[in-house]
Nanobody
Framework: QVQLVESGGGLVQAGGSLRLYCKASGRLLGINTMRWYRQPPGKQRELVAA???????SYGDSVKGRFTISRDNTRNSASLQMNNLEPEDTAVYYCNADIANQAYWGQGTQVTVSS
C-alpha cells in the first residue's frame, strides 16, 4: 500500500515563505511524475507544479517565479518552496504521484496567507 504524507503547511503573512514536503512510503515500484495541487476555499483543485523523475519542472502561471518544486529520488520525496506568498495562495495543498501507472494523493496540508 502506498502512502503520501504532506507536511509544512501553516499560517504566514503576505510576502513570507513556506516549504512543503511530501514523503512517499509503502510498495514503491518507481515514482514517476510528482505534483503539487492546491484547492482554494470554494474553488476547484488546480495544478501548482510538477516534476518528472528526471527533474524536469513545470509550473502554473500564477506561481511561476515564486514557487520551486524539487525532489529527492533516494528519499522518495518532493518539496515545494513557496516564496513571496500572497493571500490568493491560501489553499489546501495536495501532493500527487504517479506510481506504477496509478495516481496517489496525500491528505493535504493547509496553507493560509494573511494580508
Amino acid at each position: 500500500q502506498v502512502q503520501l504524507v504532506e507536511s509544512g503547511g501553516g499560517l504566514v503573512q503576505a510576502g513570507g515563505s513556506l516549504r512543503l514536503y511530501c514523503k512517499a512510503s509503502g510498495r514503491l515500484l518507481g515514482i514517476n511524475t510528482m505534483r503539487w495541487y492546491r484547492q482554494p476555499p470554494g474553488k476547484q483543485r488546480e495544478l501548482v507544479a510538477a516534476i518528472t523523475r528526471g527533474g524536469t519542472q513545470s509550473y502554473g502561471d500564477s506561481v511561476k517565479g515564486r514557487f520551486t518544486i524539487s525532489r529527492d529520488n533516494t528519499r522518495n520525496s518532493a518539496s515545494l518552496q513557496m516564496n513571496n506568498l500572497e493571500p490568493e495562495d491560501t489553499a489546501v495543498y495536495y501532493c500527487n504521484a504517479d506510481i506504477a501507472n496509478q495516481a496517489y494523493w496525500g491528505q493535504g496540508t493547509q496553507v493560509t496567507v494573511s494580508s
